[in-house]
C-alpha cells in the first residue's frame, strides 16, 4: 500500500463511528483507498464521474459506481467520505445537505481535503527547496512533466494562486458549510506537500521512505510555525433528522 493511501486509511478508520457497516466514498478516484478500506471489512461503495477511474476501481474489487454528487442515490450509510473530491463539487451547500440526508442518526461525514487558499511566500519557499534537495540527491525522475508543472506553480505565490483560484471551493468554505449543515465539527491541520509530491516520479525503490521523511518534516515545521499547513481535515456527525 502506497504511504499516502494508508495515511488516508489510518484516518477514516479511527474517524468511522463504532460499529461502521456501510459507507460511501464521493471521489473515489483509481480506488487504491477503497480497495485498502474494504480489505479491512469495511462494506464500501465508491462513486466516481469518470469511467476510466471507476473501471480501475472494480478492478481492485471495489464496488464502484459511474456517479455525479449529488445526483446519486443508495439509501443510508454509516459514513460518507469524500476524500480530496469536495473542492470541486457544486453546488456546495447541496452537496453537504444530501451527505447529512444519506446518514444514519449518527453517522458521520469525512472529508480530506486542502486549503490552497492559506500558501503563503515562506511556505512555497520550503517546498521549493525540497524539491532542490531531492533533485541534487537523485532522488526525482529528470524531467518529468509534472514535477516541471509542480515547479511552475509553486516558485511564486502569485503562480500559486493564479493555478488553484478558480471554481474551486476554500477550506474555509467547505468548513463553514460543513457546520452549517451539521453542527459541530472536528478538525485537524496536517501535512501537505508529501501527498502533493507522490504523483511525482522517483526513480528508487524508496519513494514511500522519501514520502515518509517529507511528512515527518513537514510535521514539524508546521508544529514550530515555520510554515503552514495546507491539508484539512474534517469530521462531522448526524444528530437530528433533516
Known sequence: MKFETQITRDFIKRSLPAGARRVLEIGCGSGDLAASLVQDGVSLIAIDNDAGLIAAAQRLGVDARIATWPAFEDGQ???????????????????????????????????????????????????????????????????DDFLSAVRSKTETLKAWRENHESDLHTAATILAEIRKVFGEVRCEEVPYYFRYLSRAGFPTAHRDKILRDLAEEEAGLIAKGTILALWRRFVAERRNKS
Open 77 to 143: 450509510f454509516d459514513a460518507v467520505l469524500f476524500t480530496r473530491s469536495v473542492h470541486h463539487i457544486h453546488p456546495l451547500d447541496k452537496a453537504m445537505q444530501r451527505a447529512a440526508d444519506s446518514l444514519i442518526i449518527g453517522g458521520r461525514l469525512i472529508v480530506e481535503d486542502f486549503a490552497y487558499e492559506t500558501a503563503d511566500e515562506k511556505t512555497l519557499q520550503w517546498f521549493g527547496q525540497v524539491l532542490d534537495r531531492l533533485d541534487c540527491a537523485g532522488l526525482l525522475i529528470k524531467a
